[in-house]
C-alpha cells in the first residue's frame, strides 16, 4: 500500500505565506503526477496546483503567481509554497499522487493524504 503524509498547515494572517510539504511512502514503483487540491467549507474539492513526473506544472487561476508547486521525485516528496495568502485561500489541502506499485506496475492509481488544514485571517 501507499500513505502520503502531508505537513506545514497552520494559521497565518492575509498576506503572509506558508510551505505545505508531502511524503509519499510504500510499496512504490513510480509516481506520475503530484497535485495539490484544497476543500473549503461547503465547497467541492478543487484542483490548485499539478505537477507531472518530468517538472511540468499547472496551476487553478486563481493560484497563478503566488503558488509555487515543486517535487522531488528521489524522495517521493511534493510541496506547495503559498505566498500572497488571501482568506479565500482557507480550506483543508489535500496531497494526491497518481502511483505505480510494485505489486501492480501496469495500473496507476490515486492515492490521497489525510488533509492539512490553512487558515488565512484578515
Known amino acids: 500500500q501507499v500513505q502520503l503524509v502531508e505537513s506545514g498547515g497552520g494559521l497565518v494572517q492575509a498576506g503572509g505565506s506558508l510551505r505545505l510539504s508531502c511524503g509519499a511512502s510504500g510499496s512504490i514503483f513510480s509516481i506520475n503526477d503530484m497535485a495539490w487540491y484544497r476543500q473549503a467549507p461547503g465547497n467541492q474539492r478543487e484542483l490548485v496546483a499539478l505537477?507531472?513526473?518530468?517538472?511540468?506544472?499547472n496551476y487553478a487561476d486563481s493560484m497563478k503567481g503566488r503558488f509555487t508547486i515543486s517535487r522531488d521525485n528521489a524522495k517521493n516528496t511534493v510541496s506547495l509554497q503559498m505566498n500572497s495568502l488571501k482568506p479565500e485561500d482557507t480550506g483543508v489541502y489535500y496531497c494526491n499522487a497518481e502511483v505505480r506499485t510494485r505489486l501492480a506496475v501496469w495500473f496507476a492509481d490515486d492515492y490521497w493524504g489525510q488533509g492539512t488544514q490553512v487558515t488565512v485571517s484578515s
Open positions: 505537477i507531472t513526473s518530468r517538472g511540468s506544472t
